[in-house]
T-cell receptor
Framework: GENVEQHPSTLSVQEGDSAVIKCTYS??????FPWYKQELGKGPQLIID?????GEKKDQRIAVTLNKTAKHFSLHITETQPEDSAVYFC??????????FGQGTRLTINP | DAEITQSPRHKITETGRQVTLACHQT?????MFWYRQDLGHGLRLIHY???????NKGEVSDGYSVSRSNTEDLPLTLESAASSQTSVYFC?????????????FGPGTRLLVL
């Protein structure tokens, strides 16, 4: 079955700097990779996703890259702001009605 | 505005009791899901439904059941609550290809089983 490893578990960056969160997956058949942001006391919210037919996708300050050969994908946040502080989850869909989530990264933006 | 709600937001119960967590969405989405969130495990799928009268088991379905009698609601029942079921529970919904489209999550229910 699919296994998704997410690193780091915690990340602290200065406001204005960039943050990178990395995930690896085990099943080469995985074809859909969403990223969710969870603010304190709320449910996760999709911030960006990528499918296996593209290598990179950007949305303003957020970008996701996918390396199918190495089976890893990363979330990049540039020009970080205090409101970026949250827990971020990656996920991978392999099929068989299973979306597997990583363990989460707690991102803290220091003013 | 369309939304997805969960109730109660917090629940304390005793071992062996039956507990039902409610989930209601007003988006008219066909697909609905229940996840549990535990530290170090991310989100794990309990049950899901593609539409009325359809229910399917997820990764961690033992001890849980769901029913889908209409499009808007997917209640989650813990038949006999156990301490291992202490967790935060999230309901979600989506359209289209279920797991390969945006899932919209509710605010969660924090359950404590004593």
């Amino acid at each position: 079955g699919e296994n998704v490893e997410q690193h780091p578990s915690t990340l602290s960056v200065q406001e204005g700097d960039s943050a990178v969160i990395k995930c690896t997956y085990s099943d080469s058949a995985s074809n859909y990779f969403p990223w969710y942001k969870q603010e304190l006391g709320k449910g996760p919210q999709l911030i960006i996703d990528i499918r296996s037919n593209v290598g990179e996708k950007k949305d303003q300050r957020i970008a996701v890259t996918l390396n199918k050969t190495a089976k890893h994908f990363s979330l990049h946040i540039t020009e970080t702001q205090p409101e970026d502080s949250a827990v971020y989850f990656c996920a991978a869909y392999q099929g068989a009605q299973k979306l597997v989530f990583g363990q989460g990264t707690r991102l803290t933006i220091n003013p | 505005d369309a939304e997805i709600t969960q109730s109660p937001r917090h629940k304390i119960t005793e071992t062996g009791r039956q507990v039902t967590l409610a989930c209601h969405q007003t988006w008219n989405h066909n697909n609905m899901f229940w996840y549990r969130q535990d530290l170090g495990h991310g989100l794990r799928l309990i049950h899901y439904s593609y539409g009325v009268q359809d229910t399917n088991k997820g990764e961690v379905s033992d001890g849980y059941s769901v029913s889908r009698s209409n499009t808007e609601d997917l209640p989650l029942t813990l038949e006999s609550a156990a301490s291992s079921q202490t967790s935060v529970y999230f309901c979600a919904s989506s359209v289209g290809q279920a797991f390969q489209e945006t899932q919209y999550f509710g605010p969660g229910t924090r359950l404590l089983v004593l």
